[in-house]
């Protein structure tokens, strides 16, 4: 059976990676399945060594169509590339992670679609939780979201579709079959979903790597000279660019160090206090941090469980991001930090979440012990044949 796995084309890493996961985990030692990547010309190089099949074209805007802006003609690149492999490598499934054009290539052709779906589709808040005012990460930050969106929510910018491509394109949240990257406790499901039984919990696809070898000596060197200080891990993840200098500044004049993979402008005074990476194995960082503060995106929420390790969010003004923040917050394994403008005493909840670190009070160890379990349970349960057996029905 040939397999095409498609990643959101301006996702960066977090899109690739979960893919990467299944293919490793789930794909790579059945004999019967051949999965090829569509993906860009460095991610290529990186699969090509892990022995995973790209297809061979470059997954990728050209500078001046970024420059330009012009969102019609990013949308007809998108779709020409992905018809192009799709007469390449004429699969009999498609496995997705937010590549929103995709039905154009697989329900317009019967193909079935396997996607992954994250809270930030099928939201479950409460209501009264939910701020008018925010918007999915799509539309936040230099990603091409605009260009790529989900549903019906960007139709002013789909001019270049006939109605009956874009018919294809609205059913997009609706594939035959949906891998949710998490667990049933914190990514809940609406209580009357349709057809909840194509929804197929794997626990998170993450990598749990380590620090390579020059990276692990410069660590060394920096923990040697910060002997005895707690440490707070704090990242605001590839794309966002929420503000932290402030937090950062708090912590260390609080005798804290920091590490981060954020690139900030720190005190000269304060430099040796803080380890900046823009790229940090997670799950080893949050396994020697005292405590994370993290902006909630798809994975990184999960490290800090994992680790049991106390974790504050950051506010974004992201409803796919806050969803989750505050359903950690509920479950009382994790504190919240408001974005600054839906609170301007957003200061003050951090002071009072950092108290509460301190006096040990912030997170309900027996709940985190709880969603630990959950997490190792639904990973050994999960099995990817019998969500491409469903997707095949």
Not at 72 to 78: A, D, G, K, L, P
Not at 251 to 257: E, L, N, Q, S, V
Request: glycine share 4%.
């Amino acid at each position: 059976m040939n397999i095409l796995t498609i990643p959101y084309i301006a996702g960066g890493i977090s899109h690739l990676i979960p893919l990467y996961v299944l293919q490793q985990k789930y794909l790579r030692n059945n004999i019967g399945i051949k999965n090829q990547f569509l993906v860009n010309s460095n991610s290529q190089k990186f699969l090509v060594t892990q022995g995973v099949d790209c297809v061979p074209l470059d997954y990728a805007f050209e500078e001046s169509l970024i420059i330009s802006k012009n969102l019609s003609e990013i949308n007809e690149c998108v779709v020409e590339m992905e018809k192009k492999t799709y007469d390449i490598v004429k699969p009999s499934l498609i496995i997705e992670d937010t590549s929103c054009f995709t039905p154009l290539i697989a329900e317009k052709n019967n193909i079935p679609r396997i996607s992954i779906q994250r809270t930030g589709i099928f939201r479950s808040i409460d209501k009264r939780y939910r701020n008018d005012n925010h918007v999915h990460s799509f539309l936040k930050g230099n990603n091409f979201g605009k260009s790529v969106g989900f549903s019906n929510l960007y139709k002013s910018e789909m001019s270049m579709f006939n109605d009956s491509d874009l018919s294809f394109l609205e059913h997009y949240i609706k594939p035959k079959a949906k891998i949710i990257p998490g667990i049933a406790t914190i990514e809940c499901l609406p209580e009357k979903i349709e057809d909840r039984e194509s929804y197929f919990y794997s626990g998170p696809l993450l990598i749990l790597d380590k620090p390579s070898k020059d990276l692990s000596s410069r660590m060394d060197d920096f923990l040697n000279v910060n002997k005895q200080k707690p440490i707070v891990f704090i990242t605001t993840g590839t794309i966002d660019r929420t503000p932290i200098e402030k937090f950062i500044e708090f912590f260390i004049k609080r005798g804290y160090i920091v590490i981060t993979t954020c690139k900030c402008d720190i005190n000269e005074d304060y430099k040796q206090m803080v380890f900046y990476n823009k790229l940090l194995p997670l799950n080893y960082i949050c396994g020697i941090s005292n405590l994370v503060i993290h902006q909630c995106s798809s994975g990184i929420y999960h490290y800090p469980i994992m680790n049991r390790v106390p974790s504050l969010t950051i506010g974004t003004q992201c409803y796919d991001r806050e969803d989750i923040a505050l359903r950690l917050q509920e479950l009382e394994v994790s504190g919240h930090i408001p974005h600054p403008d839906d609170d301007s005493n957003y200061w003050n909840v951090f002071l009072e979440l950092v108290d509460k670190f301190e006096k040990n009070t912030l997170i309900n160890f027996y709940m985190l012990d709880k969603l630990r379990l959950e997490i190792n349970e639904t990973m050994s349960n999960f099995k990817m044949e019998k969500v491409i057996q469903y997707a095949l029905s």
